[in-house]
Nanobody, 126 residues
Framework: QVQLVESGGGLVQAGDFLRLSCAAS????????MAWFRQTPGKEREFVAG????????NYADAVKGRFTISRDVTESIVYLLINSLKPEDTAAYYC???????????????????WGQGTQVTVSS
């Protein structure tokens, strides 16, 4: 069993930046993929960015390309999400997810991931 703990959310102003962190209780195996999703009340959880643990290959949702950067620290078993130029529409609960099984393409559907963190709230004021 792996536990994921997110941190770094908060109340910020439009144009600011945030770096979210997700610490895994156990070091992901080389086949793992980790991702960030976000969710607002009444809406489906949506994929934001993903990264493969071994090679660091990344994938981003079109809506966040150019502003969001996902990265990982293999030594510390932490995944980061750097969010630049925050917009009010970025307001959401952000969740970290881990898929243990190997897969070619980075999954974008929530049910492809086996472990989830509790989420961290990001609120952007205009």
């Amino acid at each position: 069993q792996v536990q994921l703990v997110e941190s770094g959310g908060g109340l910020v102003q439009a144009g600011d930046f945030l770096r979210l962190s997700c610490a895994a209780s156990a070091g992901p195996v080389s086949t793992a993929t980790m991702a960030w999703f976000r969710q607002t009340p009444g809406k489906e959880r949506e994929f934001v960015a993903g990264i493969t643990w071994d090679s660091g290959r990344t994938n981003y949702a079109d809506a966040v390309k150019g502003r969001f950067t996902i990265s990982r620290d293999v030594t510390e078993s932490i995944v980061y999400l750097l969010i630049n130029s925050l917009k009010p529409e970025d307001t959401a609960a952000y969740y970290c997810a881990l898929r243990w099984k190997s897969i070619v393409a980075i999954p974008v559907m929530p049910d492809e991931y086996e472990y989830w963190g509790q989420g961290t709230q990001v609120t952007v004021s205009s």
